[in-house]
């Protein structure tokens, strides 16, 4: 894959801002950054070589797509609301 930030400014400063608004996003959900991050869909990998690396630190590989990562947790809650 041709990533242009490599060799582009201005795709660099935009890939850059881009990993540091992901790793706000991520503050902001989780300030105590105890839960590991899964990036995904189209932009999770390119990105993840753009993230800060203190966020970078906490990335794992997607274990499925959203709507399985949903399937799941309905799985979840139906198991805990079970009798």
């Known amino acids: 894959m041709i990533l242009h930030g490599d060799t582009d400014p201005v795709a ?3 890939l ?3 990993g ?3 790793a706000s996003i991520a503050h902001a959900l989780d ?3 105890r839960l590991p ?3 995904c869909g189209g932009l999770g990998e390119v990105l ?3 993230l800060p690396p203190e966020t970078r630190a906490r990335c794992l590989a ?3 797509d959203s709507a399985q990562g949903a399937l799941r947790m ?3 809650h139906l198991k805990k609301a079970a009798p």
């Open 12 to 14: 660099r400063a935009i």
């Open 16 to 18: 850059e801002h881009a």
């Open 20 to 22: 540091r608004e992901v």
């Open 31 to 33: 300030p105590s950054a």
């Open 37 to 39: 991050l899964a990036p």
């Open 48 to 50: 993840l070589a753009w």
């Open 62 to 64: 997607p274990q499925g």
């Open 74 to 76: 309905i799985e979840r």
